[in-house]
Nanobody, 123 residues
């Protein structure tokens, strides 16, 4: 069982940056792939980025490629999402999720979820 806690959300102007953190409080975090997803009001939860258990593999949604970077520090049981050049359309609640070993891009593939952190980008 893995428990996840997101942090780092907030209000930022368009063009600004934020770094989200996803900390695991229980479990062997290094054995899990981690994904970031986001959900805007009235919309479905969608994939943003994911990283494999060892950190060597990453994948991104087309909408964030070149602007967002996912990374992990297994010694700290933490995965990060560095978000640069933020746009108003990036505003959403951001969730991190974990699954065993292999990264995936679908919501249904992940077994453990955090509570989310709000990101608001003003124009």
């Amino acid at each position: 069982q893995v428990q996840l806690v997101e942090s780092g959300g907030g209000l930022v102007q368009a063009g600004g940056s934020l770094r989200l953190s996803c900390a695991a409080s229980r479990g062997i975090f290094s054995a899990y792939a981690v994904g970031w997803f986001r959900q805007a009001p009235g919309q479905e939860r969608v994939f943003v980025a994911a990283i494999g258990w060892g950190g060597g593999r990453t994948t991104y949604a087309d909408s964030v490629k070149g602007r967002f970077t996912i990374s992990r520090d297994n010694a700290k049981n933490t995965v990060y999402l560095q978000m640069n050049s933020l746009k108003p359309e990036d505003s959403a609640v951001y969730y991190c999720a974990a699954r065993r070993l292999v990264l995936a891009t679908s919501v249904d593939a992940y077994d453990f979820w955090g509570q989310g952190t709000q990101v608001t980008v003003s124009s």
